[in-house]
Each structure stands twice: as structure tokens, then as C-alpha cells.
């Protein structure tokens, strides 16, 4: 017998996670008013920049910054977006990276990596790093068939 | 360095590498001859032995008349002649043939450190019996080879492969299948065709001494059957014009000129 | 989901090393889903390297089904016997009826070990495939006996039916950007080879040969005798504004180089004009110029295949007429 894990493969765009491709991820609830959430964004074709959105928490479960569509949608932490040659950082008050989000274009597609060390209002660790990217723990949804549908 | 050669007969496609007018020894109405890249790998193998020492055995599986082919490669300087022939051999794919050359080889004492065959035959082409012969032997395999160096207790052999040239360590034993580019194959000398054929010994081999069992060979043994022949169906009706050169000619201009690729006066478009 | 029937279908190994001039993967998709539509199965590709995210992507991009995706530092370089490792263990769990891999320097000493160990059935360089419905059985059409005739091949109980073909047989299908694939990552367990080690690999030098790309071709055949009548070819090709292409015996007696080679085992071309001089029209050679706009063919012999795809056949003797094409082509510049 031969085991497998499986993921899921889009022509134009993919993340690397749990060292797999997949078309996007969502960790959390982006539509939540609170709270740790994570959502890399299935992309159409034509669109060759990824799309980050994200609530970054502290252990009490204070909104460190939000990130909406890669910019800053509210930053109590005084971080900062650090453009970056197809991608960006986020640094924070100390200027210490706390996500970096990159694009590698091949001849007809693309491919992005994460750099990310995040925990959610509990202190549990929910986005690492693996091998060139992240892996994800805890409740996660790992395959995004269509872009996210967010509320108003 | 004991090596042993895979030849096969092929029929005859005129090279100029070969005279054949020279071969009247040779009986048959149809003309058939060594698989020019075995013959390379032949060549390769004299070469080495004559520079390292050993052994030069050459192996075909065939009809009897194959024997022509292992009486030629003795005559060109090989030490023994293995003919594996037998009714149940005949009709077998590359998979069943791979499988006796194999039970051949295992059955030489010594093992050969070295076993050489061209990458391809002419008749058949597929460049299979190599690597399968490398597999069931369990041997490491390089393909295509050019160039042979001799090292300590292993070769460093170069080859093309897929736009790359490459450079490969290979320890021995080993199987490689040769190309053209290997070295240039001497002439067969005259005489030695003649003692060849009237002195020297062919070792024949059938089912029984290689200890295989008639499902395994030949026709029964192949995973692949031809399911049918046919020829190429006509793919153009053109004009086929006989007649002077110069008609020829003028016709070759006329065509030139529908295509446009002449003007009808002078000059092009 | 039932991937294990799914797994039962048509496989392509992916070969993408020189992948800007080696298309045949992206070809052999084409045909396999064809041939999968009509057995109403998968199309399966096989994705092997220490990194393979970009062909798995471009896989599906062209119509495969699911990937089985495989990375790992061994699998870096493309090693027969490494490569048996991982795919022969997969070829056995998952049980394709079909396996297909393109006619490449690779394909043609991997898949034949492969299909040794898995003691099933190759046919090398086919130039056509198709199935039969009823059986599943798959015909394997290739040039038998030197070239003259076609031989259909197939395999009637070993499993799966393997067969090569060469670059340019098949067509691939558009890329389709909107395209999303299953991506399998099945155990695997490597044992590199290692009585073989790569020492050097450089790229070869090629002269700018783009046969491919002219307008207009002539291929020089045995029946011109000599290196110098080969060479002869040459004022006639640039009075035409074409190049030069040559058959498998011209570059066997080492009238020119290996690059000029056209058929089953070299180039396919489709120019405007191909004309072809003393070659009688082996099936190995005539599939590397069947999509030629027109066809001349000058030879002696008027039983020569080749007649039978010209469109004009002038039946003479090539080292008469060619001083005299010549000399008529330069009296019209």
C-alpha cells in the first residue's frame, strides 16, 4: 500500500503549505469582529499578486494589526509594510519581521511563499515555518476553490 | 577485464562501412549482417581487452544463421561465441529476449566486469534489450555512451543525453550500450573470415541449458504482439514525372513558381 | 471521490528537463486525454525532481487530471535506476491501465527498465495511438522492419500498456490559465543509485540549426552517394532561402551533423516546400515531414515510398539533376 496526501492545484497561482500546493487558505474567520485569522486568497487568472488577509493577536487577544487585501486595514502595534520586489514584509514596532509574503513567477504561473510565525488568542502557534514556507496547524481550511466571500 | 558483447543479425541496409562483396563465404540469398552499433560495441570490447586483458565473449540470440554473425565477431578477434538459438526463442519481444541474452550471461564463468551491446538495432529500433538486459542482471546501465576510460575499479564514460553532455562514473560490473561515436570500426580481415568459419568453435545454447522454461521465451514470454503489418497508405496523389532532365527540371521550376517562391519572370517575390 | 479507480487511468511520466525546446510531456497530455475521454478514465502526470511545483502546475494547465508529485535531493538529476525506485513501487500501489512517456534521451533508457521490472510490455516510438473501447486494449503504431512498413503493437495481459513517442508526434492542447488539478504526494521512498554518479553535465553546443523554423527544407538521402553530393545541397537550399535536413543513414555514414537529422528519431518539420532528394522514404523518416505544405521528391527509383506522399515526384537520378537545379535557380536570381 501506498499512502498519499492530497491538495489541490491551480493552473496560474498557488501557496506553498505543509509543503503542498493549494490555490488558497483560510485559518480562522475572516468575517469574525475578533480574534486570530489568517486568509491567503484564491486568485483569478490574471492576477499574479497574492492576496493577504489577516487579524494578528497577542496572547490576550488584542488585534496586534489587520491586514485586509495586503494593506494595513488597523495597526494599534504600530507596525510597518515593507514593499519588497513581488511581495512585502510586515515589521513590527521593533522591526522585527513578522510576515513576509513573496511571489516567484515561472513562464506561465506563479508561485508564492510565506514567512510567518503567528499564534492565535490562546498562544497556540498556528501559521511556522516549513522547508521554504509555513505550515498550518490547528483548524484550518487548506483548499480554497474560489476567492473568499467576505461580508459587507 | 572480462567483457561480454550482445550482437544481433539484422538484414542488411548497404553501408559503406561494410563490403559485403567480400563475404563469398557467407551462403545465404538474403543479405544480413552484424548490427552496425553492436559492431561499435565489438570493436570497444577488442579494444579494451587488448589493452587490459581478459576476455571477449559475444552472445547472439537468433535463428541458426546467426551463427554467420558470432564467425564474423571471432574472426575480428573474439575469444568465444555463445549462439542461444532454439524453435521457442523465436518470435520474442524486447522483454523475453532481454530475459535469455540475461540467463546467457549469468551463465558465464567468470561473470563479465563489462557488458556492451549497441544502443539500437536497425531492424527493430526500439533501444530496449539494453536496459532490460540491465535489469534483470541487476547492473548499473549508462546509455548512448561515446567515450570509455578504464580507472582503477571503475569507468568514467561520457555521453549525450537530451541537449547535455555528461560525464559519468560507473562502477563496474556494468552495462553500456554504445553509439556511433564510440570509435571507428576496423576492417575485417580476409583470412581470419576463413579460419573463422572453418576452425573455430560456436558454443550453441537452447531452452534447457540456460534452464528456462518455455513460457518465459520466445513468442509465450512476450508481453507485446505484433497485432498487425501494414504498409503506409498514400498520403498525396501527386504527379510522378519521368522524362529528360531538363523536363524534370522545368517541372521542379513550375512548382517553384505556383508556391510563389519564384516569380513567373525573373527573380523572386 | 474515488481516487483509486481514478489512479487506474492513463499516466504521463513528466519529463521536463531542456523543457524550452522538449514539449513532448506537455504533447503526450494531449493524446492521453484523448485517449482517457475514450475510456472515460483520468489523465494522471508524474511530477519528480527536488523541486516540481512549476510542472504540476503547467500539467494541469494542459489538461491532466490529478499530478502524483514527488520531491526530493535525489531526485534532482534524472537517474534511471532512482527513478525505478519511485515509480515502479507507485506502478504497482495504484495500477495504471496506460503509461506513456515521451521518445526523449531519458524516457528511452528509463521506461524500458521500468517496464522490466514491472514485466510488462514497451513499444518505443510510436507514431500513432489509439484504443480500443471494447478491450481497453491499446494499438501502439510504430515503424517495423527497418522502417517500411508500420507494425500495430498491443499488449494483451500484462499491465499497464507502456509505450514512448518522440517529440512532435502529438499536439499539445492550448495552456488553460483557468484550469485546476488534483495534486497527490504519495509516499515515497527513494533509493538512489549509486554505482552511477553524474561527474559533469554541460550543455551541448548547438549550432543554430532552426530547421523548424524554414520556410523551406531540403533533405539529402542515401541514394546521393557521397559526402560531397550531400554537401551539394547546400547552394540549393540558400538559393531557396532554406536549410538543410538530412535521413538517419546520411547521418549514419557522418555526412553532416546529428542536428540536420529529421524523422522519428530527429526533427519534425512542416515547411512551406520540403524537397527531398535520394531518399526512398522510410516510415522513420517521412513522420518527421508529413505536415509539409508541399512535397517534391526526386528519385531514381519510381517504387519509392516517398512517391506516395509528393505532391510532385520527378523520378531521375539526383546527382544529374541537382548541378542542373542549381544552375536554372541561379538563372532566375
Known sequence: MVGFTESRVSAHHNYLVNDRLTPGFVVGNPNSDNGFFFLADSLLPGQDTPLISTRLVNAKGDTLLELYLNNIAANPAGCTNQSLPRGFRILDSSSEPLLEVLTQDFPMGHLTRIKARLFDEHGDLRIGPLGESIQVQGEAKLILDAPFIFNS | MNIAVCIKQVPDVPSIRMDRERMTIIRDGVESVINPLDYVALQAALDLRDRQGGEVVVVTMGPPQSEEALREAVAAGADRAILLTGPAFSGADTLATSHVLAAAISKLDPFPDLVLCGTQTTDSDTAHVGPQMAEELNLPQVCGVNEIHVEEDYLTVKRLSDGFVETLQVSLPALLTVTQELCSVGHLPFGDLEVAFSEREITQWGLKDLELKEEEVGLRGSATQVWKLSAPPPKREGDLVSGSPQILVDHFIRKLEDLSILDEEDGYK | ?333
Not at chain 3, 535506476?81 to 521518445?103: D, H, K, M, N, R
Not at chain 3, 531519458?106 to 522490466?116: M, Q, V
Not at chain 3, 508500420?150 to 494483451?156: D, F, K, S, W
Not at chain 3, 537550399?237 to 522519428?264: D, F, N, Y
Request: aromatic share 6%; with cysteine.
Open chain 3, 1 to 333: 471521490m474515488d481516487t483509486s479507480n481514478d489512479l487506474k487511468g492513463v499516466w504521463v511520466f513528466g519529463d521536463y528537463r531542456n523543457y524550452f525546446q522538449n514539449r513532448v510531456t506537455l504533447q503526450l497530455i494531449a493524446k492521453a486525454r484523448d485517449l482517457a475521454d475514450k475510456l472515460n478514465t483520468k489523465v494522471i502526470a508524474l511530477a519528480l525532481g527536488d523541486r516540481v511545483h512549476q510542472w504540476a502546475m503547467e500539467y494541469v494547465a494542459h489538461g491532466v487530471d490529478i499530478v502524483l508529485a514527488a520531491e526530493h535531493p535525489d531526485l534532482k538529476s534524472y537517474q534511471v535506476e532512482t527513478y525505478c525506485s519511485v515509480v515502479a513501487p507507485w506502478v504497482e500501489a495504484f495500477q495504471p491501465q496506460i503509461f506513456l512517456a515521451g521518445a526523449t534521451s531519458f524516457g528511452r533508457e528509463f521506461f524500458p527498465r521500468l517496464a522490466k521490472r514491472l514485466h510488462t510490455g514497451l513499444s518505443a516510438d510510436c507514431v500513432a495511438l489509439e484504443v480500443d473501447t471494447e478491450t481497453g486494449l491499446l494499438l501502439q503504431t510504430t515503424p517495423g522492419f527497418g522502417g517500411e512498413l508500420l507494425a500495430e503493437i498491443v499488449t494483451p495481459d500484462h499491465r499497464p500498456q507502456m509505450a514512448t513517442v518522440h517529440p512532435g508526434v502529438f499536439q499539445e492542447r492550448p495552456h488553460n490559465s483557468e484550469a485546476v488539478g488534483r495534486i497527490l504526494y504519495p509516499d515515497v521512498d527513494v533509493v538512489p543509485e549509486t554505482r552511477v554518479k553524474l561527474i559533469r553535465s554541460k550543455r551541448q553546443q548547438t549550432r543554430q540549426i532552426k530547421l523548424e523554423e524554414a520556410p523551406v527544407v531540403v533533405v539529402g538521402g542515401r541514394g546521393l552517394g557521397s559526402r560531397e553530393q550531400f554537401e551539394s545541397l547546400f547552394e540549393l537550399a540558400e538559393l531557396l532561402e532554406g536549410e538543410v535536413g538530412a535521413t538517419r543513414p546520411v547521418i549514419g555514414s557522418g555526412w553532416t551533423e546529428k542536428e540536420r537529422l529529421l524523422g522519428q528519431t530527429g526533427k519534425t518539420v512542416k515547411p512551406k516546400l520540403l524537397v527531398s532528394i535520394g531518399a526512398s522514404g522510410a516510415v522513420q523518416y517521412t513522420t518527421g515531414i508529413l505536415g509539409s505544405e508541399t512535397i517534391v521528391a526526386i528519385n531514381r527509383d519510381p517504387q519509392a515510398p516517398i512517391f506516395n506522399m509528393a505532391d510532385l515526384g520527378l523520378v531521375g537520378d539526383a546527382n544529374t539533376l541537382l548541378p542542373l537545379l542549381i544552375e536554372a535557380l541561379r538563372k532566375r536570381i
